[in-house]
């Protein structure tokens, strides 16, 4: 999995690559405790190049959601490929995650929404 790292003013978006599995979740997961450390607690996933994710990707998104959370942050996703867009509505993760059709459109709610 690649993963570039960018910061959009106090968003830190995180451009995935590659399989979201049990090989690479705990680079993500790392990554984004590296960021938290850093007090980066508003983080986006674009998954524009996520072209597979399995129960152990889930389970590190959700496991990253729980930590950013206890940072009193806010973890936002855009763009998933159709597959893995299923897989999260399969799994209800739809209703737990905030999916948005682009990056930017996601990165604009964070100015506008009040951090949960």
Known sequence: MDIMSRDQGEVTVLELKGKLDLANAGKVKGMVKSLLE???????????????I??????????????I????????LSNPAPYVREIFEITQLSNVF???????????????SPIV
């Open 38 to 52: 850093r007090r980066r607690n508003l983080i986006h996933l674009d998954m524009t190049g996520v072209e597979f």
């Open 54 to 67: 399995n129960s152990s990707g889930l389970g590190a998104m959700v496991s990253m959601m729980k930590e």
């Open 69 to 76: 959370r206890l940072h009193q942050g806010r973890l936002t």
């Open 98 to 112: 905030e999916v948005f059709a682009t990056a930017d459109e996601a990165v604009a709610t964070y100015t506008t």
